[in-house]
């Protein structure tokens, strides 16, 4: 399994762009990328997935390069309620079924 | 369409001492998926299901830890004897794996806090 690097941590303010970068250089030719958002006291929650290029949905876009190595998950106009951490996957399937592994994630805060 | 279910969501017990959670997922999710969340940290996989058979369990301590997925629906967790070391967020997890891709659905978790 491919292993993810992120931030630890990232600040913005209210309003603003915020874009997370995770890198994963030994992706697997098979292999999608899926972020989770996690709140305090709650289980973490689907945003996005993708395999290349561009994914855009109504929460966050996902932006893969060709090479596949980074992905940038773009969170548009953040308010208050998203802080939380933000966690990238990889993974695809393998002997037995599909495998991701969960890293440290990044603690983004936003501040009014 | 009803979430992932897990209960108690809370549990304290003393080391030595064993204890259980509960988990059920979403109806017609064949894999399940138990985690093992240490504060600051990314969920750390337990087990994984497939229906009723185990895909992955190279991380759960099988000396203390065990997984049951009765019938391909519900499953149990079992910590005995329970450890400092285990106080964690257990969140259960379920999914539809298609061909390619897999979105995991979780629970709101069990904080267990071993005294």
């Known amino acids: 399994l491919a292993k993810t690097t992120q931030p630890i941590s990232m600040d913005s303010y209210e309003g603003q762009e915020v874009n997370i970068t995770c890198s994963h250089n030994?992706?697997?030719?098979?292999?999608?990328i899926t972020w989770y958002q996690q709140f305090p006291s709650q289980g973490p929650r689907f945003i996005i997935q993708g395999y290349k290029t561009k994914v855009t949905n109504e929460v966050a876009s996902l932006f893969i390069p060709a090479d596949r190595k980074s992905s940038t998950l773009s969170l548009p106009r953040v308010s208050l309620s998203d802080t939380a951490v933000y966690y990238c996957l990889v993974g695809g399937h393998d002997t037995g079924g599909f495998k991701t592994i969960f890293g440290a994630g990044t603690r983004l805060f936003v501040k009014a | 369409e009803a979430g992932v279910a897990q209960s108690p969501r809370y549990k304290i017990i003393e080391k030595r001492q064993s204890v259980a959670f509960w988990c059920n997922p979403i109806s017609g999710h064949a894999t399940l998926y138990w985690y093992q969340q240490i504060l600051g940290q990314g969920p750390k996989l337990l087990i994984q299901f497939q229906n009723n058979g185990v895909v992955d369990d190279s991380q759960l301590p099988k000396d203390r830890f065990s997984a049951e997925r009765l019938k391909g629906v519900d499953s149990t967790l079992k910590i005995q004897p329970a450890k400092l070391e285990d106080s964690a967020v257990y969140l259960c997890?379920?999914?539809?794996?298609?061909?390619?891709?897999?979105?995991?659905?979780f629970g709101p978790g069990t904080r267990l806090t071993v005294l």
């Open positions: 997890a379920s999914s539809i794996q298609d061909r390619d891709t897999d979105t995991q659905y």
């Open positions: 030994n992706i697997a030719t098979n292999d999608y």
